[in-house]
């Protein structure tokens, strides 16, 4: 009975250990992340891997450094336009054309504080054209709180410049 107790309890501590793993993803989104030694040198805080501005290429010329391929690794600077409300998971950009670009964060191993809408970003990684699913777009336009009437009115796939970035720098 004895080794069947010990053997209930590791369980018991094991499931618990995975049910408070969840819990640091919850708070490093609404934690505000440590500024990195490359970040104290720049005004601002960078999220992901440590970025600073230099050499970043304004959103209005996305589209030559592009050219005809799908994608290309670039560093952009721009103004945030959007921001997940849910967890800070992705930000907007907009394009010159004056399209929305989603920015992703790779791994989903970082987030940048919800209320960074009008601040100037940079982003550094990977561009590139997608078609967005239907169910996709409506998940993104539900995060940026849109009502339920302007979410059931997505009803196509969109052909998008969408963005993976590793490190965010958020200006002051």
């Not at 995975?18 to 805080?45: I, L, R």
């Not at 950009?93 to 970003?121: H, N």
């Not at 169910?135 to 998008?160: C, F, M, N, R, W």
Request: overall charge negative.
């Amino acid at each position: 009975m004895t080794l069947k107790h010990l053997a209930l309890a590791a369980s018991l501590l094991a499931l618990a250990s995975c049910q408070s793993s969840s819990t640091p993803e919850t708070t490093a989104a609404d934690a505000p992340a440590q500024p990195t030694a490359a970040a104290s040198a720049a005004p601002g805080k960078t999220y992901g891997a440590a970025i600073t501005a230099a050499g970043a290429r304004p959103m209005s010329e996305l589209r030559q450094v592009l050219g005809g391929q799908d994608s290309a690794q670039v560093k952009l600077v721009g103004t945030a336009a959007e921001v997940c409300q849910a967890k800070g998971c992705w930000l907007t950009l907009t394009t010159a054309e004056g399209k929305a670009m989603r920015v992703r964060f790779k791994d989903y191993a970082f987030f940048v504080p919800k209320d960074i809408s009008g601040k100037t970003v940079v982003i550094n990684g990977w561009a590139h054209r997608e078609v967005v699913p239907v169910e996709d777009l409506q998940h993104y336009a539900k995060d940026a709180g849109k009502s339920a009437k302007e979410v059931a009115a997505i009803t196509q796939p969109e052909e998008q410049l969408n963005f993976e970035a590793d490190g965010v720098l958020v200006q002051d």
